[in-house]
């Protein structure tokens, strides 16, 4: 079993900001990639950040500037600090990990349930 747990979310002024953290535990031999992403009402679920072990990120047109992803390989953690929210960005944010479990077994997703992040316009 593989658990993300994401905290961090809430309700925030336009022009603040906030920071999401997710942690992952459990049976896990390697995490390629940690990342975050979010789902809209009505809309479908959309990357928003990702990095890599090694330290390389990818970010959606949207947030890129705003957002900076991060990630502490040591504690299987990943940050997203975002700044300069605006209504556009009210969302529940999903942390996703790539990895394996055995050094035998390919690679899967494993998901968090989900944080609210709410910017009231």
């Known amino acids: 079993q593989v658990q993300l747990v994401e905290s961090g979310g809430g309700n925030v002024q336009a022009g603040g900001s906030l920071r999401l953290s997710c942690a992952a535990s459990?049976?896990?031999?390697?995490?390629?990639?940690m990342g975050w992403y979010r789902q809209a009402p009505g809309k479908q679920r959309e990357m928003v950040a990702e990095v890599t072990t090694g330290g390389s990120t990818t970010y959606s047109d949207s947030v890129k500037s705003r957002f900076t992803i991060s990630r502490d390989n040591a504690k299987n953690t990943v940050y997203l600090q975002m700044n300069s929210l605006n209504p556009e960005d009210t969302a529940v944010y999903y942390c996703n990990a790539r990895g394996t479990r055995t050094p035998y077994t390919p690679p899967s997703d494993y998901w968090g349930q989900g944080i609210q992040v709410t910017v009231p316009s």
């Open positions: 459990g049976i896990i031999f390697n995490i390629h990639r």
